[in-house]
């Protein structure tokens, strides 16, 4: 398969991996174990893998995956945010260092329809337990808000836990 | 009839705090991450709990076929498996359905959502590469009649371990 992964050093027994468990472990007794069945490997071989890639980032994390929207968290606010080009990065960490906070990112402006350069996700109960963390964050971030809005979901239109692109091997 | 290829949420206007019990929340809160490398994690997990693997395994069998969690497996970071963007369409509410269809539709597509904005199609695209995302992202413009606002990642300040459900 002509693949390419851009600076991930992935072997055929990680693809394998992932493909095998990107739809999530088997809930039974050795999981590892039928995982190495369907990949034509032992279980301390896929276990060593899946911690080689956790080490290399690759794999995130390992665990159960919840669907905030059935637990109750409806309230999921893109908040975007317009702060001084050079103050990015000091912006970003605080921001991403909040608890209610799940990912801050730095994005390209493209003005004039989009001025903002910074993402965070806010997830709270419902509108106002976002728009009280929201106000936080525009608090902590002081002088350096020179704009910011939040983009509430009203409809989940796909959502699918990430798969290896371009291969159903 | 063949089912749904996804599962319909919930209307997210209506708040329901679901009924857990303390086992059932500790498993959600706290194995959203350094779930065990071992032969045999569930066990491990009940010990830890000081419950019985047998029940810990029917709960996360309960769990999952209520909806309450996805899976329970490794979470992907998406900039190590390919080339991603975040990207933004601003479309009329009489063609939103037929936009949102059309993104839908690709399988580099893996999230998109409906937002209150004048960009209100907001989806996010995962390719083996930088010529495929440029393919579907041109297509989607063709075929929506929308321009498509891409906003790659530039850089991330937090790494997404999961957070607190319950505090």
Redesign the interface.
């Given at each position: 398969m002509n693949v390419s992964y851009t600076n991930t050093p992935l072997d055929d027994l990680d693809r394998a991996i992932i493909q095998a468990t990107q739809a999530g472990l088997p809930l039974t007794n050795r999981p590892y174990t039928a995982i190495a069945e369907k990949v034509g490997s032992t279980p301390a071989q896929v276990m060593e893998h899946m911690q080689k890639m956790q080490n290399q980032g690759i794999i995130r994390r390992i665990g159960a995956v919840p669907n905030h929207y059935v637990l109750g968290f409806r309230g999921n606010g893109m908040s975007v945010w317009d702060v001084p080009d050079e103050r990015i990065q000091t912006c970003g960490e605080m921001v991403g260092a909040l608890d209610f906070v799940s990912h801050a990112y730095h994005r390209p402006r493209h003005p004039p329809l989009w001025n903002y350069n910074l993402f965070a996700m806010v997830h709270g109960h419902d509108r106002d337990e976002v728009m009280q963390k929201v106000e936080k964050i525009a608090k902590l971030l002081g002088e350096d808000d020179r704009g910011h809005e939040v983009l509430f979901s009203t409809r989940i239109l796909k959502k699918t836990g990430l798969r290896l692109p371009g291969g159903n091997s | 009839m063949a089912a749904p290829a996804?599962k319909p949420?919930?209307s997210?206007?209506?708040?329901?705090?679901?009924e857990l019990s303390t086992l059932e929340k500790r498993?959600?809160n706290e194995?959203?991450?350094?779930?065990p490398?071992?032969?045999?994690?569930?066990?491990d997990i009940a010990a830890e709990l000081g419950t019985s693997?047998a029940l810990v395994?029917d709960i996360?069998?309960r769990?999952?076929n209520?909806?309450?969690?996805?899976?329970?497996?490794?979470?992907?970071?998406?900039?190590?498996?390919?080339?991603s963007t975040?990207a933004?369409l601003a479309v009329s509410a009489d063609k939103l359905q037929q936009a949102?269809d059309i993104?839908?539709s690709y399988?580099?597509?893996?999230?998109?959502?409906?937002?209150?904005?004048?960009?209100n199609?907001?989806?996010v695209v995962?390719?083996?590469?930088q010529n495929?995302l440029q393919e579907v992202l041109d297509e989607i413009q063709n075929r929506t009649g929308c321009k498509v606002?891409s906003?790659?990642?530039?850089?991330?300040?937090?790494?997404?371990?999961?957070?607190?459900?319950w505090c």
């Amino acid at each position: 398969m002509n693949v390419s992964y851009t600076n991930t050093p992935l072997d055929d027994l990680d693809r394998a991996i992932i493909q095998a468990t990107q739809a999530g472990l088997p809930l039974t007794n050795r999981p590892y174990t039928a995982i190495a069945e369907k990949v034509g490997s032992t279980p301390a071989q896929v276990m060593e893998h899946m911690q080689k890639m956790q080490n290399q980032g690759i794999i995130r994390r390992i665990g159960a995956v919840p669907n905030h929207y059935v637990l109750g968290f409806r309230g999921n606010g893109m908040s975007v945010w317009d702060v001084p080009d050079e103050r990015i990065q000091t912006c970003g960490e605080m921001v991403g260092a909040l608890d209610f906070v799940s990912h801050a990112y730095h994005r390209p402006r493209h003005p004039p329809l989009w001025n903002y350069n910074l993402f965070a996700m806010v997830h709270g109960h419902d509108r106002d337990e976002v728009m009280q963390k929201v106000e936080k964050i525009a608090k902590l971030l002081g002088e350096d808000d020179r704009g910011h809005e939040v983009l509430f979901s009203t409809r989940i239109l796909k959502k699918t836990g990430l798969r290896l692109p371009g291969g159903n091997s | 009839m063949a089912a749904p290829a996804v599962k319909p949420y919930p209307s997210i206007t209506t708040t329901i705090e679901p009924e857990l019990s303390t086992l059932e929340k500790r498993l959600l809160n706290e194995y959203q991450k350094g779930f065990p490398l071992s032969a045999t994690p569930y066990a491990d997990i009940a010990a830890e709990l000081g419950t019985s693997e047998a029940l810990v395994l029917d709960i996360l069998q309960r769990l999952k076929n209520q909806g309450f969690i996805s899976r329970v497996g490794p979470v992907l970071k998406p900039q190590r498996l390919g080339t991603s963007t975040l990207a933004a369409l601003a479309v009329s509410a009489d063609k939103l359905q037929q936009a949102a269809d059309i993104i839908s539709s690709y399988e580099e597509v893996n999230h998109n959502y409906e937002r209150e904005h004048a960009f209100n199609l907001w989806f996010v695209v995962t390719a083996k590469d930088q010529n495929r995302l440029q393919e579907v992202l041109d297509e989607i413009q063709n075929r929506t009649g929308c321009k498509v606002m891409s906003l790659p990642l530039e850089r991330q300040y937090h790494i997404d371990l999961g957070f607190p459900l319950w505090c």
